[in-house]
């Protein structure tokens, strides 16, 4: 595709130079920020949705929904942030329909199970391979709001704050949300 | 020995810049990428609401300009149409209701002013001997004329100069007043006399009330039972009795022309033509020696 070998064009414009002259008009400002954003966005809405037809109806959905309210994109809003709440509504929409929410229950289950002895820790014998898998597991396995925050700290590298704007919840469930996260992760390297 | 791990601890190692030892391992995971099948749809569709954003003033100017040919298209066709109409009106001379009223125009100026002194002197005659036929020399108004059709314009001796308004009236009048006394005869020489104006008043119906003329002369003459000498003298004291568009071309053809015209329309066997214009033709050029043939032609 053309406008992914445009390396380096546009580079030292930010995201929202580009989506504002995108909105008067620019179409090669729209190639470079697709460019940047496409993959990351991707992965999240894939790993957040474990199914690839999901994820490539959402994925153009994004798209679309960020094109049409080009001319409503203030700079307050930094891009990421803004279409990462576009794909984040989709994502919880779909989840919505798709089945009911992981119980909170479960969580305490996995903190129980943290106080493993420390030489028992699995990732110290894990072969590299088996910790790429667990990791996928544990992702696919954790319930949709902590995965979906999970995913925007690893996968985006979102702050809390950012996280917090994107998800629309306060700062401590952020937290609350990534700390169970973390704890059914490790739980599942630690089986 | 175990060691319990600290939640906050590891939440805060997985906020820092390289998100912990999980970071490190979800980083060398697979990096999926979009099918190429969803970029060209997402590139398509931000082409495309960028060009809907512009489209409409081109579409606008498009309109606009589409507009202004179509306008200019159909008044071509509204024009060409109308020519043809008019052009079949002139051929089969039916009449049209929209018609306008335009005065009767002498031929040209050039030719008016050419023959003046002899027209003039031959209107002058009409009027001492025949007032009632050059009475109704009001410029009149004219006949319903066609826009396109050729200008039909009376023969310049069919235009004398106004007559005296006292004249006209009492001879009209006497005739008007008895026409049922007046045998068959009179009333045919007196529709003969009216003919004229009636001409005058109706140009468009000249052409077509030509050969009617020619049967009024003759009725005329046989009517009032005029002697030969007589009766040349009558026709030669009536205005031009044609007015048809052909007599006028022949008006502007060279003298020798003309009378070679004559002699063609005669020996087609178009007489009282072939005298109509000789009639004319003595008028305009009165010292013009006539061969023995077309004397007898004009007598």
Same mark, same amino acid.
């Given at each position: 595709?053309?406008?992914?070998?445009?390396?380096?064009?546009?580079?030292?414009?930010?995201?929202?130079?580009?989506?504002?002259?995108?909105?008067?008009?620019?179409?090669?400002?729209?190639?470079?920020?697709?460019?940047?954003?496409?993959?990351?966005?991707?992965?999240?809405? #894939?790993?957040?949705?474990?199914?690839?037809?999901?994820?490539?109806?959402?994925?153009?959905?994004?798209?679309?929904?960020?094109?049409?309210?080009?001319?409503?994109?203030?700079?307050?809003?930094?891009?990421?942030?803004?279409?990462?709440?576009?794909?984040?509504?989709?994502?919880?929409?779909?989840?919505?329909?798709?089945?009911?929410?992981?119980?909170?229950?479960?969580?305490? @289950?996995?903190?129980?199970?943290?106080?493993?002895?420390?030489?028992?820790?699995?990732?110290?014998?894990?072969?590299?391979?088996?910790?790429?898998?667990? #990791?996928?597991?544990? #992702?696919?396995?954790?319930?949709?709001?902590?995965?979906?925050?999970?995913?925007?700290?690893?996968?985006?590298?979102?702050?809390?704050?950012?996280?917090?704007? @994107?998800?629309?919840?306060?700062?401590?469930?952020?937290?609350?949300?990534?700390?169970?996260? #973390?704890?059914?992760?490790?739980?599942?390297?630690?089986? | 020995?175990?060691?319990?791990?600290?939640?906050?601890?590891?939440?805060?190692?997985?906020?820092?810049?390289?998100?912990?030892?999980?970071?490190?391992?979800?980083?060398?995971?697979?990096?999926?990428?979009?099918?190429?099948?969803?970029?060209?749809?997402?590139?398509?569709?931000?082409?495309?609401?960028?060009?809907?954003?512009?489209?409409?003033?081109?579409?606008?100017?498009?309109?606009?300009?589409?507009?202004?040919?179509?306008?200019?298209?159909?008044?071509?066709?509204?024009?060409?149409?109308?020519?043809?109409?008019?052009?079949?009106?002139?051929?089969?001379?039916?009449?049209?209701?929209?018609?306008?009223?335009?005065?009767?125009?002498?031929?040209?100026?050039?030719?008016?002013?050419?023959?003046?002194?002899?027209?003039?002197?031959?209107?002058?005659?009409?009027?001492?001997?025949?007032?009632?036929?050059?009475?109704?020399?009001?410029?009149?108004?004219?006949?319903?004329?066609?826009?396109?059709?050729?200008?039909?314009?009376? $023969?310049?001796?069919?235009?004398?100069?106004? $007559?005296?308004?006292?004249?006209?009236?009492?001879?009209?009048?006497?005739?008007? $007043?008895?026409?049922?006394?007046?045998?068959?005869?009179?009333?045919?020489?007196?529709?003969?006399?009216?003919?004229?104006?009636?001409?005058?008043?109706?140009?468009?119906?000249?052409?077509?009330?030509?050969?009617?003329?020619?049967?009024?002369?003759?009725?005329?003459?046989?009517?009032?039972?005029?002697?030969?000498?007589?009766?040349?003298?009558?026709?030669?004291?009536?205005?031009?009795?044609?007015?048809?568009?052909?007599?006028?071309?022949?008006?502007?053809?060279?003298?020798?022309?003309?009378?070679?015209?004559?002699?063609?329309?005669?020996?087609?066997?178009?007489?009282?033509?072939?005298?109509?214009?000789?009639?004319?033709?003595?008028?305009?050029?009165?010292?013009?020696?006539?061969?023995?043939?077309?004397?007898?032609?004009?007598?």
């Amino acid at each position: 595709m053309d406008c992914l070998n445009l390396a380096g064009m546009g580079s030292e414009r930010t995201d929202e130079e580009l989506m504002l002259a995108y909105a008067g008009g620019d179409m090669l400002a729209f190639e470079m920020l697709y460019r940047r954003h496409r993959g990351t966005l991707y992965r999240f809405l #894939l790993r957040s949705l474990r199914q690839r037809a999901d994820a490539d109806e959402l994925f153009q959905e994004t798209w679309s929904r960020a094109i049409a309210a080009r001319e409503r994109y203030r700079v307050e809003a930094k891009f990421t942030t803004w279409l990462l709440q576009i794909a984040h509504n989709l994502v919880i929409d779909r989840f919505r329909r798709s089945r009911p929410q992981a119980s909170a229950e479960e969580a305490e @289950v996995v903190f129980n199970q943290l106080d493993a002895p420390d030489d028992e820790r699995p990732d110290r014998v894990l072969s590299e391979f088996e910790q790429r898998r667990r #990791l996928q597991i544990a #992702l696919e396995e954790l319930p949709e709001e902590q995965r979906v925050t999970f995913l925007l700290r690893m996968e985006n590298g979102l702050g809390l704050e950012e996280i917090s704007e @994107v998800t629309g919840v306060g700062r401590e469930t952020v937290k609350s949300r990534l700390r169970y996260a #973390l704890a059914r992760v490790r739980a599942r390297f630690e089986t | 020995m175990s060691k319990r791990r600290n939640p906050d601890e590891d939440l805060q190692r997985l906020l820092d810049a390289d998100a912990g030892e999980f970071g490190a391992i979800y980083r060398r995971l697979p990096h999926p990428e979009p099918p190429r099948r969803l970029d060209r749809v997402v590139l398509a569709n931000a082409a495309r609401a960028v060009r809907g954003d512009r489209a409409p003033p081109a579409q606008r100017w498009l309109l606009g300009l589409g507009s202004a040919a179509g306008l200019v298209l159909a008044a071509g066709i509204a024009w060409q149409v109308g020519q043809q109409i008019d052009a079949q009106d002139a051929q089969t001379g039916a009449p049209r209701s929209e018609r306008t009223v335009i005065p009767v125009q002498p031929i040209t100026e050039s030719a008016r002013t050419q023959k003046s002194e002899s027209v003039e002197a031959a209107a002058a005659m009409a009027d001492q001997e025949l007032p009632a036929e050059a009475a109704p020399a009001k410029p009149v108004s004219a006949p319903p004329l066609r826009r396109k059709a050729t200008p039909a314009k009376p $023969a310049p001796a069919a235009v004398p100069p106004p $007559a005296p308004a006292a004249q006209a009236p009492p001879l009209l009048e006497q005739r008007a $007043a008895e026409p049922q006394a007046a045998p068959p005869t009179a009333v045919s020489a007196a529709d003969a006399a009216q003919a004229f104006p009636e001409e005058k008043d109706n140009v468009s119906s000249e052409a077509a009330s030509g050969a009617a003329r020619e049967r009024r002369d003759h009725a005329a003459g046989k009517a009032v039972g005029l002697s030969a000498p007589k009766a040349a003298a009558e026709q030669s004291r009536a205005p031009a009795p044609s007015s048809s568009v052909k007599l006028r071309q022949n008006m502007h053809l060279a003298p020798q022309d003309w009378l070679a015209e004559i002699v063609r329309l005669k020996n087609a066997g178009r007489r009282q033509e072939a005298i109509e214009n000789l009639r004319l033709f003595r008028r305009m050029h009165p010292d013009w020696q006539l061969s023995d043939e077309l004397r007898r032609l004009a007598e």
